[in-house]
T-cell receptor
Framework: EDQVTQSPEALRLQEGESSSLNCSYT??????LFWYRQDPGKGPEFLFT???AGEEKEKERLKATLTKKESFLHITAPKPEDSATYLC??????????FGPGTRLSVLP | KAGVTQTPRYLIKTRGQQVTLSCSPI?????VSWYQQTPGQGLQFLFE???????NKGNFPGRFSGRQFSNSRSEMNVSTLELGDSALYLC?????????????FGPGTRLTVL
């Protein structure tokens, strides 16, 4: 059974204080690993898709990396508007997305 | 390009009633998936439709059903509502739902069961 865990559960950062979020997974044949950001009361907003170990993608202050067992979302010099819940999902041969519980990020000014 | 739209945005129902939620995918997307999100269980997969056929199903009771129309719009129905069905119901669309295809989410329908 495909499983996804995320750590930490919650993270508080000062504005400008860089950090990383972790997504660990077990999946029968990875077809894709996906990062989303979700603001309260809204649907998840797509950030990145990673397909194979060693792949990296960047967007503004965010950088996602992938190994065979985990993915990291690095946040460089975060701003208060980066505050959100960050969700990780994997797609294996089961062909449906399995989501992790998310990391609640708070960036304080 | 318009995103995924869901109607209604909010619903209040009582136990035993039934409810129908609607989802319009991004133009050109043919795969639609439905998820239930609750604080305790997180995001859980309900089912996926492609070309009007249910292609994949999660671990939910038969009270949860769906369908897809020829224009790729989808509806989800929950019969005999229970208190535990209170949740944010999210719809996501993708081009084909094929391997590694990115899903784009709508804003969700907040269902409250009293």
């Amino acid at each position: 059974e495909d499983q996804v865990t995320q750590s930490p559960e919650a993270l508080r950062l000062q504005e400008g204080e860089s950090s990383s979020l972790n997504c660990s997974y077990t999946v029968s044949g990875l077809r894709g690993l996906f990062w989303y950001r979700q603001d309260p009361g809204k649907g998840p907003e797509f950030l990145f898709t990673l397909y194979s170990a060693g792949e990296e993608k960047e967007k503004e202050r965010l950088k996602a990396t992938l190994t065979k067992k985990e993915s990291f979302l690095h946040i460089t010099a975060p701003k208060p508007e980066d505050s959100a819940t960050y969700l990780c999902a994997v797609e294996g041969y089961g062909q449906n997305f399995v989501f992790g519980p998310g990391t609640r990020l708070s960036v304080l000014p | 390009k318009a995103g995924v739209t869901q109607t209604p945005r909010y619903l209040i129902k009582t136990r035993g009633q039934q409810v129908t939620l609607s989802c319009s995918p991004i133009s050109g997307h043919r795969s639609v998936s439905w998820y239930q999100q609750t604080p305790g269980q997180g995001l859980q997969f309900l089912f996926e439709y492609f070309s009007e056929t249910q292609r994949n199903k999660g671990n939910f009771p038969g009270r949860f059903s769906g369908r897809q129309f020829s224009n790729s719009r989808s509806e989800m129905n929950v019969s005999t509502l229970e208190l535990g069905d209170s949740a944010l119901y999210l719809c996501a669309s993708s081009w084909t739902g094929g391997a590694g295809d990115t899903q784009y989410f709508g804003p969700g329908t907040r269902l409250t069961v009293l």
